[in-house]
């Protein structure tokens, strides 16, 4: 086995990639219960989180609220619904970082302060936040959360005393904050959703009638019956009341960054990003991968469930036909929370098992969506020759990781990521497979059908569209973003 100095599997986190949370809103016309249409949303997006989720209702300007950890069919049932009645709502869904997974910091958060009640569903992960907190506590304000949602509610708050309306305070708050965010406020009698001015996170709108919806993915609108209207646009405000629609745009929007991992992971593949189709950029990576590393097999497979469809599109390119080889257990639950390695790989093999009858005997070319710390590196190989694969060729359907994320995507420090610290050659040696092939950092643009809607690729590429503070930086180096000074918690795929 192929081993750096100072890296070892042993100190390091779990092995699995997340982005952290997913909101949905809606501004009722009466026909639609606000809170059963937002847990019809959070169920379409609780793949973006499953630490806790929330929802909370404006009835006549008098917001309620509940929230609680755990996922969404365990917080809500019928008798809460029910009690949360009103004419809006905001809600979301969130993945915590480690220390961090506590009902404190559940959202949306509810802000009572001089001019009424706010509640706030923060998407994203702010650059400069650490800086702006400690201006806020050095002149008295006091945090009951350790996420940087909460700093954005005191700004919003804060400019709102100065403003004559909570549209004018979000465009106010935006213009200080740095890094991304897509964020639903709710006033007492109105729905603002906002989007950073490089678009890193997505945020689309729907109808249903004449009811207006907002949320993460195009997935959620289709869950609860709506229209989809438009993505918001990158540094755009839209404001929705009693006198209609309307559009501001507060900050001069930069060249779009939306996350590119967006499209190789996080979203449904039923959701359509920015206009274009999750499922078929997708499948597109995998052709990619056919054409650039071609091999002769008996069957392409792919890991639930993100890498499915991109085997789908390495079947079609290279002719070699699709099974379905892996069956993922979707109730056994995040495999991180195992207290040891030993643990957290026997829960691999309960939530993955091969189609052994399937493999036994046959050439396999498997596709996953990425390799991070690399710490279960040989998981998916160990477990096919198990079953009786010949060979094992893995493809991964994301170029490597060379460069860690600020923007709120769990992706770590330099010195944790396995393609900074060895090469393709010995990430193939250490994974157990036959062959490894990575998907081209200079191929990102094809995947997306060559459509210039401007991604980021800082993660693959170190070039970073939104500056970083150095507080970032360094809390990045000691191994977390927020004020906790923790990791986001990682998932064993």
Aim: charged letters at 25%; aromatic letters at 8%; a negative charge.
């Amino acid at each position: 086995m192929v081993t750096p100095l100072n890296f070892t599997f042993d100190n390091l986190p779990k092995e699995g990639l997340h982005e952290e949370c997913g909101v949905f809103g809606i501004y009722g016309d009466g026909t639609v219960n606000p809170a059963y249409a937002c847990y019809n949303g959070l169920l379409a997006l609780q793949h973006r989180g499953q630490e806790s989720c929330g929802i909370a209702v404006s009835d006549c300007g008098v917001i309620n609220y509940h929230k609680n950890m755990g996922l969404v069919t365990e917080v809500f049932n019928n008798s809460i619904l029910d009690s949360l009645d009103g004419q809006m709502a905001v809600s979301h869904v969130r993945y915590s970082t480690a220390g961090g997974s506590v009902l404190e910091n559940a959202q949306p958060l509810v802000m009572r302060y001089v001019k009424g009640t706010l509640a706030v569903a923060h998407n994203g992960n702010l650059t400069n936040a650490m800086e702006i907190r400690k201006e806020l506590e050095e002149r008295g304000s006091i945090f009951q959360t350790t996420i940087d949602s909460e700093v954005i509610c005191y700004m919003i708050a804060r400019e709102r005393l100065k403003c004559h309306s909570v549209e004018d305070a979000v465009a106010n708050a935006v213009k200080k904050i740095e890094g991304a965010y897509s964020l639903l406020v709710m006033s007492p009698s109105k729905m603002v959703a906002a989007r950073d001015p490089h678009g890193f996170r997505p945020l689309c709108m729907g109808k249903i009638n004449n009811s207006i919806v907002f949320a993460s993915e195009s997935a959620a609108l289709d869950a609860c019956g709506a229209e989809f209207i438009r993505d918001v646009e990158a540094g755009e405000i839209v404001v929705v009341d009693k006198n209609g629609v309307r559009s501001i745009m507060p900050k001069k929007a930069c060249n779009k960054s939306l996350c590119v991992f967006e499209y190789i992971y996080f979203a449904r593949s039923d959701s359509y990003i920015d206009g274009i189709s999750v499922y078929e950029s997708r499948k597109q990576a995998g052709r990619i991968l056919a054409r650039e590393f071609p091999v002769e097999a008996d069957m392409v497979i792919g890991v639930p469930e993100s890498g499915i469809d991109a085997a789908i599109g390495y079947s079609e390119e290279s002719g070699i036909p699709y099974e379905k080889g892996i069956v993922k257990n979707g109730y056994i639950g995040r495999t991180f929370i195992k207290p040891s390695q030993g643990e957290r790989m026997k829960s691999v093999r309960i939530k993955l098992n091969p189609i052994s009858d399937r493999i036994k005997g046959k050439r396999v070319v498997v596709i996953d969506d990425s390799i991070v710390r690399g710490t279960t590196i040989d998981r998916i190989t160990n477990m096919l020759r198990d079953a009786g694969a010949k060979e094992v060729h893995m493809r991964i359907s994301s170029p490597p990781f060379l460069w860690p994320c600020y923007y709120g995507t769990d992706i770590p420090s330099r010195g944790e990521l396995i393609a900074v610290n060895h090469t393709i050659d010995e990430i193939c040696k250490l994974s157990g497979a036959d062959s490894l092939g990575y998907l081209p950092a200079d191929s990102l643009g094809e995947m997306l059908g060559n459509k210039n809607i401007g991604v980021c690729d800082a993660c693959f590429s170190g070039k970073y569209p939104a500056p970083i503070t150095k507080n970032a930086l360094e809390g990045k180096e000691r191994g977390g973003m927020n004020f906790d000074n923790n990791c986001t918690s990682k998932e064993e795929d």
